[in-house]
């Protein structure tokens, strides 16, 4: 594997919400950077934009010639994953994808850092970075899963509108403004819908739960993800997962109630040994639970409400939740950008 | 069992906002009424109400005189159902009482309409209204069991602050109005807690992965209704539940993810035609996916997301909303008053 002392990285995606995450975070880890590129549609090339590392102007992506990238963070939606990320490697950079366009290849690992990062060794020039959702509970299920391997999960999420991006949160907040004054209705029917097309149904004073568009058997994307990507993570195809991915309206953070089994009992003080010592995680108290607004800006995914199933003995309930744009998406690529470095 | 031609119904909460729901609900359903009296705290005694049923001065519980009640609604906290009730029946009243205090009492019979209705043959006084939660999963997991015999489940919940009365959705919209125009705080921290000590953490903007409070093993009382209570309905004291409480930003209506195995498969289509002709309940397209803003104001449970599970086959996972004031409490109350005139 190449190492890089002072590389040229590149941030493709660069105006989104995710992209300018990934230039905080880059700045705030103290990456080596030697030189920072950005790259977004053309709608935004030609902008100059203050940078840690200087001013740089922004490049079309479509246009551009990835000479001299070393490391490339995309964050800029699968179809131009699939399309720039080959052209970018066969350049001599290495990717670092956010989208959902090489998850599952074969040949591209999928790592979450601080879980399965000797996963990244195999890499081609392309790097996976996992779902958000995804990403959260592997922080609490990848090391109960090393010590006793999970058997079957089922996973509900409590997914925020930042999951949807910008658009997203502002929906959230046109909508809580249509519904100000209007309890009665809400509370006793006659509500008029706020409208909008990012999501199908409303989702300020609401939940939706159909996070993600239907694919196969009913689930949606987001479900598929959170099937697939956790057992491609823990190296464990036989993993059961039963997905419910639903969207609050909460801005951002995104959580998961969990109830796991594993091939052999967990007794609860071994899985709240294992769980402390986590890295990347912070064990929160049922005194003080911890909830997607605590999530919001920091690194670390909080883990709570841990406790031994009841029905069937032997398993462990629990609650994560992360910030999704930082662990579950530029926080991870970034610490994945730095595992390229190390190894 | 005695019969009740036209009777005295006594609405013991009757300013509460599910006392006051029952007594809408009487009227929706023309409940034979020949008398109505409405009975509450010190506090708010003395009040003259308008009903549908002529003028009724408001009656202090603590000093009232239950002669002549033939059915009584309690919806006045487990407290007052403990002290008061057994006076009522005393006194020649049945009881339906919307509070925790009788359920898991042996002899009490704990009853959803629509779903085990024999059960409230074997009352000796009082019958008991399930908690909100459950009813609305009952009605969707009852249908489902009598079929099938449900083996274990997994239930998240996302449980509106109306579940709190009155004060939790006072303490939601407050709550919105102090992070409106902080969306900044919400998404990189720094928020302050907006306070108020109905719930732990904020609501407004964020879920609570914590309904109630917790009671035994790590679990809420919420948590373990679903779990007991389950159980008693269906009369299957062997089925596993592993429950997850949690609050969600909305202001009526509780919804349910869930993931049933039973003791044999469960083809989907088969679930979807029990599903299609449970009483009580729709069954709703993925193209309109049933949220608790749909389900606010209404008599029926509504049911979405229906599909087979892809873990371990032969499951059904599936999505249930109710409002928590309608059958998760008055209507299925008056629904019980209405099988005491029947049977």
Request: proline share 6%.
């Amino acid at each position: 594997m190449r190492r890089f002392e002072n590389p040229t990285v590149a941030v493709v995606g660069a105006t989104g919400a995710v992209g300018r995450t990934m230039q905080a975070i880059l700045a705030e880890r103290d990456y080596p950077v030697g030189g920072l590129r950005l790259l977004a549609s053309e709608r935004s090339a030609g902008a100059v934009v203050e940078t840690p590392w200087g001013s740089v102007k922004i490049e079309d992506l479509a246009t551009a010639d990835p000479t001299g990238i070393d490391v490339a963070l995309f964050s800029a939606g699968g179809g131009r994953s699939r399309e720039f990320a080959p052209r970018f490697v066969d350049a001599g950079a290495t990717i670092v994808d956010n989208s959902s366009a090489f998850r599952m290849d074969p040949e591209v690992p999928l790592v979450v850092a601080d879980v399965n990062d000797e996963a990244i060794e195999t890499h081609r020039g392309i790097v996976a970075n996992p779902n958000c959702t995804t990403m959260a509970l592997m922080m609490a299920a990848g090391p109960l899963h090393e010590v006793a391997g999970i058997d079957r999960m089922v996973a509900s999420s409590y997914q925020a509108t930042g999951g949807s991006g910008q658009q997203g949160m502002e929906t959230l907040e046109r909508q809580i403004e249509w519904f100000r004054g209007k309890r009665e209705a809400m509370q006793h029917g006659g509500w008029e819908d706020p409208g909008g097309d990012l999501y199908q149904r409303p989702i300020a004073y609401n939940v939706l739960p159909m996070a993600g568009a239907i694919t196969d058997e009913g689930y949606t994307d987001e479900e598929w993800k959170l099937v697939y990507e956790t057992r491609k993570i823990l190296e464990a195809p036989a993993i059961k997962v039963e997905p419910t991915c639903v969207r609050v309206p909460t801005m951002v953070g995104h959580g998961i109630a969990a109830t796991m089994f594993f091939d052999r009992p967990m007794p609860l003080e071994e899985a709240l040994e294992i769980l402390a010592d986590a890295p990347g995680t912070e064990l929160w108290p049922d005194s003080h639970v911890p909830t997607p607004l605590d999530s919001a800006g920091i690194d670390d995914v909080l883990v709570g409400r841990v406790r031994e199933t009841v029905g069937d003995r032997g398993g462990i309930s629990l609650w994560v939740v992360g910030d999704n744009l930082r662990k579950g998406a530029a926080l991870n690529a970034v610490q994945l950008a730095e595992l390229l470095l190390e190894r």
